[in-house]
């Protein structure tokens, strides 16, 4: 696998991520438990993207430097490119772990809890995941095409389903877990069981947050391949997915209180999809260039949000 991941990058993105999962975590714990107000999810939204950001900006240094301006150049482009296809396609795991936690009633004060330790979760599946596809892209092209297919069929998908809400009652490990865990009916505080091994029982917060780990590596199967789709380094890969899901929790907090009003979102998200897999399929035809992807990501999010906005969603007449 070609990379320009060296000993040091890989040693400076360990190190910025850990320490910035720390105090994140130090200021959540100080704060206590507690519900995460839409200026405090728009300050931590704004924080971690200005750190991918800085990231992006020392990488694009770090290489003008090393590998010279024009490597610079396009690697930072991959990056910003990848980082914002990835966070347009975190909202719809957002959309889903609402849902989920709208369908448990979990307590206000309890959804950072849930969320942060389903994200960490998350960044260790999702390293397997581009790990894997990154070794079979470097040994077997044609998986590309593969990947392109699959990003195309889902886009449609994702076209027609746009509206209508999953019922969570037919999801079959929601069905299996219910019927074959022993759990609590009731919440105990950020307990995710009760009793002693052998004898033990699951609370509701420990079955949202292995619904939440299992969706979020669901929809990764949709999203790493379409960043595949704009670089194949395995170090941009990972990086600009990490921190696009660092951001998660602050971004649930931040578009919970505006789901509504984002709903012609998903049919901008299946645009991007059928996009980026069509590039995927063109690629040994013709190489879009980077900036143009970049482009046409922002433009169809932005008339998306832009059309949302202007034309709300019809409510149901009442009799």
């Known amino acids: 696998m070609e990379t320009i991941g060296n000993a040091w990058l890989w040693a400076g993105f360990t190190g910025l991520v850990l320490v910035a999962l720390a105090v994140d975590l130090v200021l959540m714990r100080h704060g206590g438990a507690h519900k995460v107000t839409f200026k405090e999810a728009a300050w931590w939204s704004a924080g971690w993207v200005a750190l991918a950001l800085l990231f992006n900006l020392a990488l694009w240094w770090y290489l003008a430097e090393t590998a010279g301006a024009e490597d610079a150049r396009r690697i930072g482009l991959e990056f910003l490119t990848g980082y914002l296809v990835e966070k347009a396609l975190a909202v719809d795991n957002i ?121 979020d590596v669901i929809f990764a199967v949709d999203s790493i391949p379409a960043i595949f789709a704009i670089t194949t380094d395995p170090f941009i890969v990972l990086t600009s997915n990490v921190f696009a899901v660092l951001g998660l929790r602050a971004m649930f907090f931040l578009v919970a209180g505006l789901a509504d009003r984002f709903h012609l979102l998903p049919y901008g998200l299946a645009i991007v999809l059928v996009l980026i897999g069509a590039k995927m399929l063109l690629i040994d035809v013709y190489k879009i260039p980077v900036p143009w992807s970049l482009a046409a990501v922002a433009v169809v999010l932005g008339i998306t949000i832009a059309l949302s906005l202007a034309r709300p969603p019809r409510t149901p007449a009442t009799s």
Do not use: C
């Open 95 to 215: 959309f889903v772990f609402l849902m989920l936690m709208t369908y448990f009633a979990v307590p206000e004060e309890q959804r950072q809890r849930v969320l942060v330790i389903g994200i960490l979760l998350a960044i260790v599946l999702r390293a397997i995941l581009i790990f894997a596809g990154a070794a079979l892209i470097a040994n077997f092209h044609w998986m590309l095409y593969v990947f392109g297919a699959f990003l195309l069929l889902t886009g449609v998908k994702m076209w027609f389903a746009a509206g209508q809400e999953p019922d969570l009652d037919k999801n079959p490990l929601l069905r299996w877990m219910t019927t074959h865990v022993p759990f609590v009916r009731r919440y105990h505080g950020s307990a995710l069981w009760l009793g002693r091994p052998g004898h033990r029982k699951f609370t509701p917060l420990f079955i949202v947050l292995v619904m939440i780990g299992v969706t």
